[in-house]
């Protein structure tokens, strides 16, 4: 059995003015560093053996937050890289909107069927992701392990986990620095928690 906990990256500008962010290497702003700070103090008491990370930077910056409050290296791991948005990477929604409405329209609608121009699809995502994890619990077997990732592969994996599709990503939320747990035990899943921000509950607005 190896148990993770996933956790969304804290805040950046383009959460906070909302954008398509993908394979950007943003860092956190000043709410997003305190979120990551609070969910550190949130897993202290966690018997963590390893941290693994998106190498992007709001993610590598997250869970170097975690790493230095418990003691742990961090692993970036391809895995849990974000999807690529190709051409609408840094659009706001109402500029993707505007370019092409009806792709648009789909992601809202009917996400598993979405490729991105120049970029990925969600099942391109899940492949990348789940393997990831397989590859994780295969190492860290009788372990509790950290995963630092993005919106989309959080929603995506946690679709995997409970045993939904594609279709159903936007019926998975993952709010910025939201924690979830799951195990894999012989290979079959089993979710705890999901979308969990009660460590965030006393953080002033930013």
Request: charged share 25%.
């Amino acid at each position: 059995m190896t148990r993770f906990i996933l956790v969304r990256h804290g805040q950046t500008e383009w959460n906070r003015v909302e954008r398509f962010r993908g394979r950007a290497d943003l860092s956190l702003d000043e709410t997003g560093r305190r979120q990551a700070e609070a969910a550190a103090l949130r897993l202290k008491g966690e018997q963590i053996a390893a941290i693994y990370s998106s190498p992007l930077k709001r993610t590598i910056e997250t869970a170097g937050i975690l790493a230095g409050q418990l003691k742990l290296p961090v692993q970036p791991l391809e895995g849990l890289l974000d999807i690529d948005f190709g051409s609408w990477q840094g659009l706001s929604p109402e500029e993707a909107a505007k370019q092409d409405s009806q792709l648009y329209q789909k992601w809202l609608e009917h996400p598993h069927e979405v490729r991105f121009p120049q970029g990925e699809t969600l099942d391109i995502v899940r492949r990348r992701v789940v393997s990831g994890v397989e590859d994780v619990a295969s190492k860290q077997k009788d372990q509790t392990v950290v995963l630092v990732s993005h919106k989309v592969v959080c929603q995506v994996l946690m679709c995997a986990m409970i045993g939904l599709d594609n279709s159903h990503f936007w019926q998975v939320r993952q709010d910025v620095n939201a924690i979830n747990i799951f195990e894999m035990r012989d290979g079959a899943p089993l979710v705890m928690l999901v979308n969990d921000t009660c460590h965030l509950k006393n953080l002033a607005a930013g």
